[in-house]
């Protein structure tokens, strides 16, 4: 079965530190997609990014930057000279393939709360 | 990106009574949408797959014809709370996927919709 755990449930850190969340993820399928969203207080959730299976490259974007470790099965989300707008609940996101319907698994969240 | 537009964003309703949630995407065509349900402090479990002109596949534990789905368009599936308790006061948030073939595309997400059963 598919599982997604985030087992960092809150996290508090000082403006400008660095904060890394975690995920670790099962599947059987070697078609996956794994995702990071943000959701601010209002309940939206943001879309961060996206990774299939495929692609073990790491990605920066700005402060955020993600490692992809297939050999581990993590997918850890960084961000770095955290910011008091960075404050959310971060949830990934596993996706089976398309074609097998799609769906989305999520992890518990990880409750980040950034202190000026 | 796509829009998703979810409608209402809140509601209030008394016990016993049924509530309508609109899901719908605005600039693509969605055959599949998902509705997820979210309780305070807690992570979104997806409550049922829409499939557009045909019947919803719900999740283990999620009573179908309590949560009635309507997916009757490319662009709309609808989420009935029928004879709502204080137990189904949650935080609703459908997604959709754009169909048009790419597969790895993200699912976006609407708006969610708040229900406080009283």
């Known amino acids: 079965a598919q599982k997604v755990t985030q087992a960092q449930t809150e996290i508090s850190v000082v403006e400008k530190e660095d904060v890394t969340l975690d995920c670790v993820y099962e599947?059987?399928?070697?078609?996956?997609?794994l995702f990071w969203y943000k959701q601010p207080p209002s309940g939206e959730l943001v879309f961060l990014i996206r990774r299939n299976s495929f692609d073990e490259q790491n990605e920066i974007s700005g402060r955020y930057s993600w490692n992809f470790q297939k050999s581990t099965s993590s997918f850890n989300f960084t961000i770095t000279a955290s910011q008091v707008v960075d404050s959310a609940v971060y949830f990934c996101?596993?996706?089976?393939?398309?074609?097998?319907?799609?769906?989305?698994?999520f992890g518990q969240g990880t409750e980040l709360s950034v202190k000026p | 990106g796509a829009v998703v537009s979810q409608h209402p964003s809140w509601v209030i309703c008394k016990s016993g009574t049924s509530v309508k949630i609109e899901c719908r995407s605005l600039d693509f065509q969605a055959t599949t949408m998902f509705w997820y349900r979210q309780f305070p402090k807690q992570s979104l479990m997806l409550m049922a797959t829409?499939?557009?002109?045909?019947?919803?596949?719900?999740e283990q534990g999620v009573e179908k014809d309590k949560f009635l789905i309507n997916h009757a368009s490319l662009t709309l599936s609808t989420l009935t709370v029928t004879s709502a308790h204080p137990e189904d006061s949650s935080f609703y948030i459908c997604s959709a996927r754009d169909t048009k073939g790419v597969e790895n595309t993200e699912a976006f997400f609407g708006q969610g919709t708040r229900l406080t059963v009283v």
């Open positions: 829409s499939n557009e002109g045909s019947k919803a596949t719900y």
């Open positions: 996101a596993l996706s089976e393939p398309y074609n097998q319907g799609g769906k989305l698994i």
């Open positions: 599947t059987r399928d070697t078609t996956y997609y």
